[in-house]
């Protein structure tokens, strides 16, 4: 089990940002020998396929170099345009195999751990010059890794190469009784045909290597508890710091809701324990809407701000509850409770206009039975 510098064990596995961090440091998985295989087999495939027009253009620049007329051997001009005429050739020859070797390459290298550019593996890491973390490096679990997966590559390809030479022994003999280009071309098949078996003894490492990176790379992004909690906390914000937050939106709400009570209609009232401020304006809203509404002390600034606008306060302790309890700030009022409001903004706004005479009679307001909330 893998432990930390304070020596705590590391026991938890690596969480979604820890692997982010390590990624934007370079640090997944990867494997050599995976792409190593990649490329030894995708060459080999291209010089069995393509092998013989590549030897044949091969020929055909080696040739015309080593055949000079009186005028190239002459004249400087004429005999550097020759070797650059070949150089070209040359490279326009090889281009396909190196493009496909860099495809091979990215793509080998992007299959564990999927592809990742990083800046900050590019950084110069001074630390690495450190000889103490050097040796310590040199006896680590990944070099004794790595020496056995070097040990075992050599004795396979080594293996794989005898018994090649076994099957193909009595090829190899008779190259000596065949004619030069026969030979030549024999050769060539009998090399790539090596080389493609050869290639094909490194699947082995490489399907030993891959899980053994997947495994380190965790491992080594393994975490202790106190860093999972660490990391909790700094998600998650100090429970203080939160707590902090949650009361200053909570103050700004109520700065706001209070805000609003100057345009109420009516506040309706427990008389004491509960204010809840409605508006209605028949020609924008379809229902009565609630501004505010609040219990105990923020009750009372309610009743004091709507005092000193002289908004009309309505004793009417179960409707009270009720928009309490069932209401939202800035919402219309329930449904099931608009007969009970509506009768309240009728006498609210008979008295506005003078036209009510009669007291409210607060008992006959008809309030749901799920919706009365018991003092």
């Known amino acids: 089990m893998a432990e930390s510098e304070d020596g705590q064990e590391k026991s938890e596995e690596p969480t979604e940002k820890k692997i982010r961090e390590a990624r934007e440091k370079g640090q997944i998985a990867r494997s050599r020998e995976l792409t190593t295989f990649l490329m030894m087999i995708s060459a080999a495939l291209y010089l069995y396929l393509w092998g013989e027009p590549f ?3 091969f020929s055909e620049i080696f040739t015309q170099g080593l055949v000079l007329d009186r005028d190239h ?5 004429k ?3 020759r070797i650059l005429g070949m150089t070209v050739a040359s490279i326009m ?5 190196f493009l496909l070797m860099l495809l091979v390459a990215i793509v080998g290298s992007s299959l564990l751990g999927g592809f990742n550019f990083s800046t900050k593996a590019m950084a110069p890491n001074f630390s690495k010059l450190n000889p103490l973390t050097g040796i310590q490096r040199m006896f680590s679990t990944n070099a004794l890794m790595e020496l056995l997966k070097a040990l075992v590559k050599f004795t396979l390809v080594l293996a794989v190469a005898v018994a090649f030479l076994w099957y193909a022994y009595e090829q190899v003999l008779a190259l000596g009784s065949e004619s030069l280009q026969v030979a030549l071309a024999h050769s060539a098949k009998i090399i790539i045909e090596a080389f493609i078996f050869v290639s094909l003894a490194l699947i082995v490492i490489a399907a030993v290597d ?17 860093e999972v909690k660490e990391e909790f906390k700094q998600q998650e914000g100090n429970p203080e710091v939160k707590g902090r937050i949650r009361q200053i939106q909570r103050e700004m709400a109520q700065r706001r809701m209070m805000q609003k009570v100057p345009e109420a209609d009516v506040v309706i009232t427990n008389p004491t324990h509960f204010a809840v401020a409605l508006k209605y304006d028949p020609d924008t809203m379809n229902a009565p809407i609630v501004l505010a509404a609040a219990t105990d002390f923020m009750a009372a600034q309610i009743r004091t701000i709507a005092q000193q606008h002289q908004i009309t306060l309505i004793e009417a302790p179960p409707l009270a509850r009720a928009l309490y309890y069932n209401a939202e700030i800035d919402q219309p009022i329930p449904k099931p409770l608009f007969k009970a409001v509506a ?7 008979g008295l506005r206009d003078k036209t009510t005479t009669k007291p409210l009679d607060i008992d006959k307001l008809e309030i749901p039975a799920d919706y009365k909330i018991e003092p």
């Open 73 to 77: 051997a002459f004249d400087l001009n």
């Open 55 to 57: 030897m044949t253009s």
């Open 210 to 226: 891959v899980p053994f990176q997947i495994w380190q790379n965790t491992t080594q992004l393994k975490m202790t508890k106190q």
């Open 93 to 97: 020859m090889l281009m396909p195999f």
């Open 79 to 81: 005999a550097l345009d």
């Open 343 to 349: 009768t309240v903004l009728a006498y609210v706004f």
